[in-house]
């Protein structure tokens, strides 16, 4: 049998996994999208459709898929149920693929399913409660669509989700217990750092310096003035593609090369 992969072992691994936590892995999963629905119904009822759509897609998807990816690998809480994890008769790359497909396969997949359910539910709520006799309704009606998963906004959505899911996911394998608080706090930290540092290299190259967000551009100020320095279009361009594809894949890796270093 090969040690690396083999489907049997495999789809044994991945059912084993769903229904010995049904708790976490269904259980969360309920949760998030029932939290979504409710958060979808507030923001339409106070702020209208468009804001109701774009903040639950976000937290729907970017934040409750790294919610729930934080625990996929939750076996290290404490050291029985991690020893009986990485002493099961499947392989690293078993055990990697398993959290792989929940957290950026499943997830994702049940998601979208629900949040199109939804949208086009109260969409159609909204559309047929409109009078056609009013002179306003063709207006009203093409005011309020389906949220498009190819627009400009799911699209932003998409690599923040593989991004956010992928420090959870390494996160949980470094930190044994409450991951995604430590995850959160550890990025926040990272991300602080990286702004406190890009602002004190702009200060020191730039002196009147308004404001430096890294990798992006530098604000200075020329007496009441204020101007731009902007990264080239093609470094700009190359480091957008390294945000949303290179650095997230990065960080999917570096969890299987995580899994298989892991000890307690």
Known sequence: MND????????????????????QMFGFTGLILAVILILYFICKSQIGFGAAQNISFIWGLA??????ASFVFSYFSSNANGSSYLTLPASHFEKWLCGILIAGILYPVIFLLFFRGIDSLFVAI????????????????????????????ALKVFPIFLLLTGISLIGSLYFNKAAF???AIAFCVVCFSLFALNWVIAKILFGNLDGAFPFHAVDILVGKEVGSVELPKKIFQAYGFAADYVVPVLFWVLTYVRLREKEF
């Open 4 to 23: 690396t992969f083999s489907a049997k072992r495999f789809a044994l691994l991945f059912k084993k996994t769903l229904l010995e936590r049904p708790t």
């Open 63 to 68: 934040g409750g898929g790294c919610f729930l």
């Open 181 to 183: 608080i430590k995850t």
């Open 126 to 153: 909204f559309h047929n409660s409109l009078d056609p006799e009013n002179a306003l309704y063709k207006e009203q009606y093409n005011s309020v669509y389906i949220f498009s998963f190819t627009g400009r906004i």
